[in-house]
């Protein structure tokens, strides 16, 4: 923070501001649902499959009929109402944030989010001394919740109890075929990268959950769930569960499943590969951190490599505007090679020269990989809900960053970059949606700093030399 002039306390700023929210409204307040209009219900669900479960598949085939099941009984305070709530509010969340975008009235789902929280948060004390999968299930439930509300501190706090929660499971539960395991364990891997997305950009206490990602076996090849019932259909209110199945959905279901099921595991290895090592340095006779260009090459062969291995249903491979799955795991790629590179530039600011051709030409690949990061962060912000703070507090850094760099005389005179282009992709970061950061004071903080960072520097262009990338 200090190098991009933002001081050491601006970090600590941003997690005071998200402390000084008052809890969410439902919170340690009598549950005010009394009836649940099962159309409303079922919307809510389908709406939490197609943005929301993609990203963390946690649920097994069959919770559609456990949904309606618990949703027409009498939702006493219990994991498993918990965890149906839930569900249920976090679909509705995403209801109304489609609605917004969309530009239409939300007023058919508005508030319902609210009074699905208030009855699942209703169960909470059950839920943090019960023991089952359903309890923790909900745990993440809940942190995805405010991970959508863009309250990464509350977010944060349900993915750490959740996470003590499955570390003490998986200790006791046989590591075999049984259903307990294979829940356990995709409870396990989203919650490793719940809270890895948040402390990446929060100063947080780690939960010690890294300690078993070596034990802990990846999710199985089993199908997770999908949406698979007719929303549409004229008898849904009084039909039972299994009567309103969709058989013509069926085959969509399976293919979404699939693709979930390879983004998680994609994303689960680009993480791990993340934790092992992400930055080229080494330490010199001296003492001294420097730049490692050997480990950079390294490090991007690996990545090169994860992403070449990729299967067809979440590649990102010669795709203009691939579909969110995908393009998040573009983001992802291309910010591991900003994360590689920058050590070259840190020591190119710090030392004021350029010390060989080959730290030049890995600069350039520096400013080369936010040009290719900027359109994807872009729309991911725009379609990942769940991840949307930890994206746009990435555009922040990454962008403060390029500035800092592109104002470093010997990388702004030497480098081979197309500096019309980037800056360009500097003045995009202006385009997100204002809803998006002023949905929370630390991104309200990100934003008004950036503007004001972009408006001072970046906004002569002759002051850029036109260096075209080779």
Not at 80 to 94: D, K, R, T, W
Not at 248 to 265: E, H, I, P, T
Not at 273 to 301: N, S
């Amino acid at each position: 923070m200090e190098v991009l002039g933002l001081g050491p306390s601006f970090a600590r700023e941003l997690v005071v501001l998200e402390r000084g929210i008052a809890p969410h409204a439902g919170i340690g307040h009598a549950a005010r649902l009394r009836f649940i209009q099962q159309q409303q219900a079922l919307a809510a669900l389908a709406a939490f499959s197609a943005h929301v479960h993609i990203w963390y598949p946690i649920l097994r085939p069959g919770f559609s009929e456990r949904y309606i099941s618990v949703l027409s009984g009498p939702l006493a305070a219990s994991p498993e109402s918990c965890l149906v709530l839930s569900v249920a509010a976090v679909g509705a969340l995403v209801q109304e944030d489609q609605a917004l975008r969309a530009g239409a009235p939300s007023s058919h789902c508005a508030g319902n989010s609210e009074l699905y929280l208030e009855a699942a948060t209703a169960s909470l004390p059950v839920v943090l001394i019960d023991g089952s999968i359903e309890s923790i299930q909900s745990l993440v439930l809940l942190s995805i919740y405010h991970c959508c509300l863009s309250r990464p501190c509350q977010a944060y706090d349900y993915a750490m109890i959740a996470s003590f929660k499955v570390q003490n499971l998986l200790k006791c539960v046989d590591a075999g075929k049984n259903e307990l395991y294979e829940q356990a364990k995709r409870c396990y891997w989203a919650v490793l990268l719940l809270e890895s997305e948040l402390r990446d950009q929060l100063d947080m206490v780690d939960s010690g959950i890294w300690n078993f990602d070596d034990k802990v076996d990846l999710p199985d090849s089993r199908r997770s769930w999908q949406f698979d019932l007719d929303v549409g259909s004229p008898g849904t209110t009084t039909a039972s569960p299994s009567s309103i199945i969709s058989t013509a959905s069926a085959g969509s279901a399976v293919a979404a499943s699939d693709k979930a099921q390879a983004y998680f595991l994609a994303e689960i290895a680009v993480r791990r590969m993340l934790h092992r090592c992400y930055t080229a340095i080494r330490r010199t006779p001296r003492g001294d951190i420097a730049y490692a260009p050997g480990i950079a090459l390294e490090l991007e062969t690996q990545l090169d490599e994860w992403q070449s291995v990729l299967p067809d249903a979440v590649h990102f491979r010669y795709l203009a505007a691939p579909e969110p799955l995908s393009n998040f795991l573009r983001v992802q790629y291309y910010c591991c090679k900003i994360s590689i590179y920058w050590p070259a530039v840190y020591q190119c600011i710090q030392d004021g020269r350029i010390s060989t051709t080959e730290i030049l030409e890995h600069c350039g690949r520096f400013f080369h990989a936010y040009i290719q990061s900027i359109p994807s962060m872009l729309m991911a912000v725009r379609d990942c809900i769940v991840n949307r703070w930890t994206l746009y507090a990435t555009i922040f850094t990454t962008s403060m960053a390029v500035i800092q760099a592109a104002g470093t005389p010997c990388l702004r005179n030497e480098c081979a970059v197309d500096w019309a282009q980037l800056l360009a992709c500097l003045r995009s970061t202006r385009s997100v949606d204002r809803r998006i950061v002023q949905a929370s004071p630390s991104l309200s903080l990100l934003h008004r700093t950036l503007t004001d960072r972009l408006a001072r520097v970046c906004l002569d262009d002759s002051a850029v030399p036109a260096h075209p990338i080779p």
